[in-house]
């Protein structure tokens, strides 16, 4: 087991609250008969020790590891849960349930996975529950694609490689002297991020990690078309994701200034920052290699500039503010410097230290590209799908396409807050066709200066 999932692991044993486990809600045109099912887990999921794996204690090193049992032994009778809710069962109710999943820990004596299937309206959502120590996003993604096909045969689907330009970090730059600061800058930021003040209280952001709960709630926003994004980002000069944060900052915003939130009256520069994991991994992972199939990711900040509510400026500040994270170093010094910190600090202390970070933020973003065509399971075409992250933050926000949709999600935890998500996700919906609308405008963006994203 890495370091990271020993970690995400001992969380669990703090207490349920701390327990991190990634949901993926897959909505089926139809249901498939379980047998076919199970086949297809057999097949394609427990083929990866993983998923048929228990986590023991090492008797030498006291290490948590794992210990692989047969595929005879996964009882898919416990692990395939059919699960029967009023009818009828909409979307709504599917996310209703995924909340409250997270207030039942994982059977520690079992294969860390679960899979809840729901009757819906016109055919079924698989809830597939997977234990972060399992694997980070990277990895996952890889395993639960193969469970799909791309037609209705038994074709598994091969998910599309994310290039990764590494070298571009240090690269960039260096092309352009009115780059130079940013490498600097981005030093230094990597560095120092320990030291920086937290974000301005809000209601949006957790007082304390001690504040978590188990009591989660979830909610998806209306899928909006990838062209748009698309059309909206050529239009600035930027990218599918400069938009996306765009978007999300303006939602941000507005669940603010809908809730009279002091912090946009205060005084000083408002900060409201988010985590994003990045991957370690110099290269795709090769999902059959144990000694890849883990969690390798290290979290990086990003500061959103919520101060900014005009969606012109929301528009070129953000991508103003993504093209310096781009260009800036500071995600791999912070990789360095976590590898280091994973091999000279106990658990306890990284344990301390991840909740003082986690406490110096107040969100979490994580996307994940999709299939561009339908997919299928057991011969039942998909016809939707989202995943839920939580973490040690008051909400995380999730952002996935599939199938030339842009779905978009959230996962608030309701430890000290009464945050809404479904208001979140219905202000991203209208804020992204309010920030669409400025972008056909004829909007540019053309940097004049360096502007820090800290």
Excluded at 2 to 22: D, N, R
Excluded at 78 to 97: D, G, R, T
Aim: glycine share 6%; charged share 20%; hydrophobic share 35%.
């Amino acid at each position: 087991m890495t370091f990271l999932g020993e970690l995400m692991y001992e969380w669990s044993q703090i207490g349920p609250s701390y327990e991190t486990v990634i949901s993926t809600a897959l909505y089926l045109q139809g249901r498939p008969e379980r047998k076919h099912l199970e086949d297809v887990i057999s097949k394609r999921l427990l083929v990866f020790d993983r998923f048929r794996s228990v986590v023991s204690r090492d008797k030498k090193t006291n290490d948590w590891t794992w210990t692989t049992v047969s595929q005879e032994d996964v009882d898919l009778d416990y692990h395939i849960c059919e699960v029967e809710l009023p009818e009828p069962v909409e979307k709504a109710e599917v996310e209703k349930f995924v909340g409250l999943t997270y207030g039942k820990p994982m059977d520690p004596t079992r294969p860390l996975w679960r899979c809840y299937i729901l009757s819906t309206v016109g055919g079924c959502a698989c809830v597939i529950r997977i234990h972060h120590s399992v694997g980070d996003g990277t990895t996952l993604v890889e395993v639960l694609f193969k469970m799909m096909e791309e037609s209705k045969d038994t074709r598994p689907h091969s998910a599309k490689k994310r290039k990764r330009d590494w070298l571009q970090l240090l690269v960039n730059p260096l092309e352009v002297s009115s780059q130079a600061f940013l490498l600097l800058w981005g030093v230094l930021m990597g560095l120092t991020f320990i030291f920086h003040p937290p974000d301005s209280p809000s209601c949006l952001k957790l007082s304390s990690v001690k504040k978590l709960s188990t009591r989660k709630i979830v909610a998806s926003a209306k899928s909006i078309p990838l062209k748009l994004f698309k059309e909206a980002g050529k239009r600035i000069g930027g990218t599918v994701n400069d938009v996306v944060m765009a978007t999300l900052t303006s939602t941000i915003r507005r669940y603010l200034k809908e809730h009279k939130d002091s912090s946009l009256s205060a005084k000083g520069r408002l900060q409201y920052t988010v985590f994003f994991p990045m991957n370690m991994r110099t290269g795709p992972p090769n999902v059959h290699d144990p000694s890849q199939f883990g969690n390798q990711f290290t979290l990086v900040p990003m500061n959103l500039p919520i101060h900014e509510e005009d969606p012109s400026q929301v528009l070129m500040t953000t991508k103003q503010y993504c093209d310096e994270m781009k260009a800036s170093p500071m995600a791999l010094i912070i990789t360095i410097l976590n590898k280091i910190a994973m091999n000279i600090l106990s658990p306890q202390l990284y344990h301390k230290i991840t909740f003082y970070l986690f406490e110096k933020g107040s969100g979490f973003v994580t996307n994940v590209p999709g299939p561009t065509k339908p997919v299928y399971i057991a011969g039942h075409e998909v016809t939707d799908m989202m995943f839920y992250v939580p973490a040690f933050v008051a909400c995380t926000f999730t952002i996935m396409s599939y199938n030339g949709s842009v779905n978009f999600g959230c996962l608030v935890d309701q430890g000290d807050s009464g945050i809404d998500p479904s208001k979140l996700t219905k202000f991203f919906y209208e804020e992204f066709f309010r920030l669409h609308s400025e972008a056909k405008s004829g909007i540019r963006i053309s940097r004049d200066s360096t502007t820090r994203t800290w």
